[in-house]
Every structure is written in structure tokens, then in C-alpha cells.
């Protein structure tokens, strides 16, 4: 069974620094991995997906990595802003078929202070 | 486009009361899914449709049952609500595109206290 692990749980870094969060998976038979955001209260909003057999993506500020063999991910973000405080949650999906079908971590907590 | 909206925003319920929590999208989606979000357990998948008249089951199905009658809406029922089903449920939607590439969009969520 696919297990999904995010570390730290929460973060707390002054505005402007770049920062690097963290997902692991166990199995890395994987079809994507997909990062989203989440603000209290709110629903998930998809940030980047990656196929498993791209390495990275970049949408302006973000940076996500996949290294499949180590069953790793990353999320890069640069100068971050006070905007960006937010849960982030990566999931892992294992087929083709069926979105749904993804595994996904508790999410790292970020806050951006000003 | 309202995307995809949930109904009501914030519940509470008696044990062994029952309820209906409805999703619905203008996106034309084919897919929708209702998840539970759980601290220290992730989302987990509780039952996801295909298209309009089909439901098949996730990871966690007990205690609930589904159906999607119009394609543009997606129930979640509790026959019997029990305290472990006390969470945030979200719904999602999604299309595939022809490559299999897959994004799903997000409800704001539904929180549900049984007592």
C-alpha cells in the first residue's frame, strides 16, 4: 500500500526566503504526482503535476522535482511572500485510470511571516 | 463559472441521525469523487463516480452511500451518522484529457459534527 509522508508538518520562514518542501512515497510505481494548496477553510487547489517520467515542473515561483527511484518530491518556492502561507499537500497517483485513486500526504503547514 | 460548490458549508448531527451532503459542478465533468480529510490521515477517497448513473467504492465507503443521478451532481448520504464520521468532506471533479493526464478541482468542504 502506497504510503505518502510530508516533512515538516509545519513551517515558518521570514518573507523573501526560498524555501523547499518535502514528499515521500514508499512504492515509486507511480503514473504522476501532483502538488496542491490548500487555505483554512478552503478546498485543494492544484499547483503542479508531474509525469512520472518528467523530472520537474515550473509554473512562476514554484519548482516542483520528481526523483521516482527514490520515491521523492520536492516544492520550490522562491521569494515567498506572506500570500503563500497555505497547507501544501502532495499526492501520488498510481494508474492511469482514475484520478481518485491517488494517495495523498497531511500536507506541510507554511507560514510566510512579513 | 461557479466551478465545483458544496451544500451545506458547516453541519451538526445527532448520532444516528441522517443527512445528504450535495456537490455539484458546471465544469461538464465526467468525474467526481467525496472525500474525507482527517488530521494525521490525509484525504481519503469514500466513493467516486465515473459518469452520470455510476458509483463505485474508495478506501473508505462504510457508513456511507452515494448517487449520481445527473451528472452535474453528486450526493453523499449518511444513513446513521456516528461520531467517527465527524470530518471535512470535500468533493472533487474531473476530466480526463486525452493523453490520461487527469487534474481534479476542489469544493471548499464540508464540515460535520456528530455528537
Known amino acids: 500500500k502506497q504510503e505518502v509522508t510530508q516533512i515538516p508538518a509545519a513551517l515558518s520562514v521570514p518573507e523573501g526566503e526560498n524555501l523547499v518542501l518535502n514528499c515521500s512515497f514508499t512504492d515509486s510505481a507511480i503514473y504522476n504526482l501532483q502538488w496542491f494548496r490548500q487555505d483554512p477553510g478552503k478546498g485543494l487547489t492544484s499547483l503542479l503535476l508531474?509525469?512520472?517520467?518528467?523530472r520537474e515542473q515550473t509554473s512562476g515561483r514554484l519548482n516542483a522535482s520528481l526523483d521516482k527511484s527514490s520515491g521523492r518530491s520536492t516544492l520550490y518556492i522562491a521569494a515567498s511572500q506572506p500570500g503563500d502561507s497555505a497547507t501544501y499537500l502532495c499526492?501520488?497517483?498510481?494508474?492511469?485510470?482514475?484520478?481518485?485513486?491517488?494517495?495523498f500526504g497531511d500536507g506541510t503547514t507554511l507560514t510566510v511571516k512579513p | 463559472n461557479a466551478g465545483v460548490t458544496q451544500t451545506p458549508k458547516f453541519r451538526v448531527l445527532k448520532t444516528g441521525q441522517s443527512m445528504t451532503l450535495l456537490c455539484a459542478q458546471d465544469?461538464?465533468?465526467?468525474?467526481m469523487y467525496w472525500y474525507r480529510q482527517d488530521p494525521g490521515m490525509g484525504l481519503r477517497l469514500i466513493h467516486y463516480?465515473?459518469?452520470?448513473?455510476?458509483?463505485a467504492k474508495g478506501e473508505v465507503p462504510d457508513g456511507y452511500n452515494v448517487s449520481r443521478l445527473k451528472k452535474q451532481n453528486f450526493l453523499l448520504g449518511l444513513e446513521s451518522a456516528a461520531p467517527s464520521q465527524t470530518s471535512v468532506y470535500f468533493c472533487?471533479?474531473?476530466?480526463?484529457?486525452?493523453?490520461?493526464?487527469?487534474?481534479?478541482?476542489f469544493g471548499p468542504g464540508t464540515r460535520l459534527l456528530v455528537l
Open positions: 508531474i509525469q512520472s517520467s518528467q
Open positions: 472533487a471533479s474531473s476530466f480526463r484529457l486525452a493523453g490520461g493526464q487527469e487534474t481534479q478541482y
Open positions: 465544469m461538464n465533468h465526467e468525474y
Open positions: 499526492a501520488v497517483r498510481r494508474s492511469a485510470t482514475n484520478a481518485g485513486k491517488s494517495t
Open positions: 463516480s465515473v459518469g452520470e448513473g455510476t458509483t
